[in-house]
């Protein structure tokens, strides 16, 4: 019997069990980091991409660049638009217009319902041997406004005599200032300011005014007089921009998947976007690159995409232009999302 041959077989032998052992778990332990990768990656990946956010490529490769704050879009380039309206949103920014008259002709009068009165020489007052007089104007907005801010008036008013006004939206019902029905407001000598934020007067279209002139009982040998009216009214801009922070991707010759945002926007409000990128560093408002329009796809109500024809490079800038043909409403942008990779 040879012993020390059937030793050196179950040597081999066992030698060989070990070896497909040792090849078997290599196996299992590869299988199993690739899927904890693939796991790791797919769970980076922001929610909603699918396989991919609009060029086709591999969901897990895709990376985001997100502004929503107040922080985010104050770091880029704002040209009339207003970052304070609430944290994140992007709105017009509101101007204070005004309306003025010095009555040297009568554009802002309403000459049939006017009565007793004189329009010349730059300024209104009751006519001679009258005792009393009214003054209506024409509508004095040429667009809607977001508010009525205050009217301010100079005047010439005689011992005895006065003169007294009232505001109307419609031409049919006046208010004093105050907001009483039918109620009137009493003029005082030289200029003054009448404040109207009482009246909560938004998104209105239409502002007139009829003042009340009374020579005091003296048949117009006391004949006061108005020179000036001005209307002060807070209005949206028709448009405005803002250019995000120059993003440094960190990948050379990175190319846009997609670009993303979330807004509000009224029947007379639009939002545009234009995006630019390069592998050579620009600064926020550089001349190049050139920006390149996009075309916006409505994900959802008040979602919007765009993924076609993106430039790609490492640095990588949008541009949004919001605006509006009601300047008494204004686009709202939430946030923007650009996906790259």
Aim: net charge negative; with cysteine.
């Amino acid at each position: 019997m040879n012993t020390k041959s059937d030793s050196k077989q179950v040597v081999r032998t066992l030698g060989q069990r070990l070896t497909i052992m040792a090849i078997l778990g290599l196996v299992v332990i590869t299988v199993l980091f690739g899927i904890n990768q693939i796991v790791q990656r797919a769970a980076n990946v922001p929610p909603g991409n699918g396989q991919g956010t609009g060029s086709g490529a591999i969901a897990q490769d895709v990376s985001v660049w997100t502004q929503t704050s107040k922080y985010d879009f104050d770091r880029g380039l704002i040209y009339q638009v207003d970052t304070s309206a609430s944290p994140g949103d992007v709105v017009l920014a509101i101007k204070m217009q005004t309306v003025l008259d010095h009555f040297n002709d009568q554009r802002y009068i309403n000459s049939e319902e006017s009565q007793n009165i004189s329009v010349e020489d730059g300024q209104v007052e009751l006519l001679p041997l009258r005792s009393e007089g009214v003054l209506v104007s024409k509508n004095l907005l040429p667009q809607h406004v977001v508010r009525v801010e205050s009217f301010n008036y100079e005047a010439s008013i005689p011992w005895r005599a006065s003169v007294k006004v009232q505001f109307s939206k419609d031409g049919v019902n006046w208010y004093s200032s105050a907001g009483t029905l039918d109620g009137w407001d009493k003029l005082s000598e030289d200029s003054h300011d009448i404040d109207l934020s009482n009246l909560n007067w938004v998104g209105v279209s239409e502002f007139y005014y009829r003042m009340a002139f009374d020579g005091g009982g003296l048949l117009g040998f006391m004949r006061p007089a108005v020179k000036e009216v001005e209307l002060t009214y807070a209005a949206y801009h028709t448009s405005g921009s803002i250019a995000s922070m120059v993003f440094d991707s960190g990948v050379e010759n990175a190319q846009w998947d997609s670009i993303c945002w979330d807004a509000t926007l009224s029947m007379n409000a639009t939002i545009t976007f234009e995006v630019r990128a390069s592998d050579t560093f620009f600064t926020r408002d550089s001349a190049t690159p050139g920006w390149t329009s996009v075309e916006a796809e409505a994900v959802s109500n008040n979602s919007y995409r765009a993924s076609v024809d993106l430039p790609s490079g490492r640095y990588k800038q949008w541009r949004a232009t919001l605006s509006t043909s009601d300047t008494s409403t204004t686009p709202v942008l939430h946030e923007v999302r650009v996906y790259y990779y």
